[in-house]
């Protein structure tokens, strides 16, 4: 859903804001305040500068928001001119509308610019199970914060009862699938699998032949 939206957004300058937020679980005022020297784009990091009680932190970027961003034009310190930040979000309403009503699905209308934040949040928490790390990754000076993202991925899974696994892409689906986890959702990034703590596992040969 969130690439969905992401990959139907036409403008440059939004489609890169979003995917800071993705990418980095920045907020709206941060990617608002983000400024040309916080960005490499030959080392294909950018910092984000921590507002409302959350930390500064250096991220690694895609080559695909590189290519975003060396589309926008450097018309001053900052990466993008706009007025304040909540014009981020109205552009996103725009689109948000759109796709809403092109899909019939009401749910993006639930989307705003933090939503992804969020969802950064709690998939890096999800492919990591550490939530030291999440913390470091959310910029949050109080572990707190970071514990109430961690219910999210804990409504479809119990860790006292599961080990959970991500797989990028269907070789390490299958590899994970031949350890015997079991194929909980299909996400646009990637497969989220699960296997009970005290499971009995079979060989490998035989899981791969139950496929």
């Known amino acids: 859903m969130v690439k969905q939206l992401l990959y139907r957004i036409g403008n440059v300058k939004l489609r890169a804001m979003c995917m800071i937020a993705i990418e980095t679980g920045a907020s709206e005022s941060e990617v608002f305040n983000l400024k040309w020297k916080d960005v490499n784009l030959a080392n294909k990091t950018i910092v984000i500068t921590g507002v409302k009680g959350h930390r500064t932190f250096h991220y690694p970027i895609s080559d695909e928001l590189c290519t975003l961003l060396m589309q926008i034009p450097r018309n001053g310190d900052r990466v993008f ?46 492919k990591t199970k550490d939530v030291v790390d999440t913390q470091r990754f959310a910029r949050h000076c109080r572990i707190e914060n970071t514990l109430r993202y961690v219910h999210i991925v804990k409504q479809w899974i119990s860790e006292n009862e599961y080990d959970a696994v991500y797989a990028e892409d269907k070789e390490k689906l299958t590899k994970y699938l031949s350890e015997g986890f ?6 646009e990034w990637g497969y989220c699998l699960r296997r009970p703590k005290t499971f009995n596992y079979l060989p490998s040969f035989f899981l791969f032949f139950a496929l």
Not at 81 to 108: C, Q
């Open 81 to 126: 001119n706009l007025k304040n930040a909540r014009t981020i979000n109205d552009w996103l309403k725009n689109y948000v509308k759109k796709l809403a009503k092109e899909t019939g699905n009401s749910d993006f209308l639930k989307v705003h610019f933090h939503t992804l934040r969020h969802f950064a949040t709690s998939w890096h928490y999800f």
């Open 182 to 187: 079991e194929l909980v959702t299909k996400t």
